[in-house]
């Protein structure tokens, strides 16, 4: 299983041209706002999320340990252009990289998709002979050639992104030469969903089929629109032992191994947190192995999990950098996760639940039939 955390695709945008792309994804999404567009998930509490799942349709997908991008497909002077958008809103222009429309010949393609703009994750998988390959995985969909679909369902959404974006992808890649084909910089592949109380499936049969890492289980709400900025109606579960919380590192003593972990306050504030558990060996092994002193992790997130018992005072165990991020988790983020584990489901008993999440979906279902077949017989003459 990988474990790597892929690269970006491309050249870095300079800062004159950032503007001007945050600018039309700002207008192009109607947020108005040139700050990065993507929804984020809430965290998982048995208390508010098995009656959220009990009430409403959601769908469930295994949650990839990439890096969250959007991909951007813009059309200039002729030419299409591929941008990654990351979470610290970041734009990379990608080459060899154009997404051709559905209506054009996959062996020669004229058309491109401009003013797409997709929801991703980007992921290492490591065939059975060792193989390293760099995938898309698309989960969402806000823009379709300057059409906005952000308030439909999410099985629409879901099948826009399948049939207008991956496919024809997919065709014009089978047509490449094999010399054009590594140029790619990656392939494509569609995340699977079943639906919420098909939990079981996803962790027994979804998730042992994967080449890349998983580390647990989204919940998306399928009636709710795409909401850019934190999402009450998308759902992260992970195990209680694996939640995690992103924080900045500041060292105060390295050769003592006096580390502190700072919580982001919003802006540029931060405060005090917690300190990093950390071993005199750690740096010769595991998540830190390469790290020559302590003083490389100044200024750096890390991604830390509690364990109290790891190298006491100290409460909270480094799992990897996410230099991906401009930020640790804000404050409020931080004090919803600590809540959702003490308030979390083991995998048993989140399985265990779903029986009465399909007995309350199916129900919904009828009642939705009975409904439309007393409608078309009140309509009858």
């Not at 040139?34 to 509490?45: D, E």
């Not at 005090?272 to 998540?287: C, K, M, T, V, Y």
């Not at 048993?348 to 979906?361: D, G, H, K, N, Q």
Request: one cysteine or more.
């Amino acid at each position: 299983m990988a474990g790597d955390i892929p690269t970006i695709p491309g050249e870095l945008v300079p800062q004159h041209a950032r503007q001007a792309l945050q600018q039309l994804v700002g207008e192009l999404t109607g947020t108005n706002r040139t700050t990065f567009p993507g929804s984020q998930p809430v965290s998982f509490t048995k208390s508010t999320s098995i009656p959220e799942l009990l009430g409403s349709n959601y769908l469930v997908c295994e949650k990839s340990d990439g890096v969250r991008v959007l991909v951007l497909m813009l059309v200039a002077e002729g030419r299409p252009q591929t941008f990654f958008i990351t979470r610290k809103n970041e734009y990379y222009l990608a080459p060899f990289c154009a997404f051709p429309t559905p209506d054009t010949d996959p062996q020669r393609p004229t058309k491109f998709h401009d003013r797409t703009l997709i929801d991703a994750e980007l992921v290492i998988d490591i065939d059975k002979y060792g193989r390293a390959e760099r995938k898309l995985l698309g989960f969402d969909a806000l823009l379709i050639n300057n059409w906005n679909c952000m308030s439909f369902i999410l099985e629409k959404r879901l099948g826009y992104l399948r049939d207008h974006v991956f496919k024809p992808f997919e065709r014009m890649c089978r047509h490449l030469t094999p010399e054009q084909l590594q140029r790619v910089p990656f392939s494509v592949e569609m995340k699977v969903f079943e639906r919420s109380y098909g939990v079981s499936k996803v962790q027994y049969e979804t998730i042992p089929r994967l080449l890349h890492k998983s580390d647990g289980l989204i919940f998306t709400s399928v009636l709710s629109p795409y909401t850019p900025g934190t999402c009450e109606k998308i759902i992260k579960w992970k195990p209680a032992s694996e939640n995690s919380i992103d924080f900045k590192i500041h060292v105060v003593d390295a050769n003592a191994l006096d580390v502190r972990l700072l919580v982001w306050q919003g802006g540029y504030n931060y405060t005090e947190f917690g300190r990093l558990a950390i071993r005199p060996n750690d740096f010769n092994r595991g998540a830190l192995a390469g790290i020559r002193s302590a003083h490389e992790l100044e200024g750096r997130i890390g991604e830390t999990v509690y364990d109290p018992e790891y190298a006491p005072p100290a409460q909270w165990r480094f799992m990897r950098f996410r230099d991906d991020k401009p930020h640790g988790n804000h404050i409020s983020i931080v004090h919803k996760i600590i809540e959702s584990m003490g308030d979390n489901m083991e995998l048993p008993e989140l399985i265990e639940s779903m029986a009465a999440v399909r007995t309350a979906w199916k129900e919904r279902e009828a009642a939705a039939s009975e409904a439309m077949v007393e409608a078309k017989v009140a309509a009858m003459p």
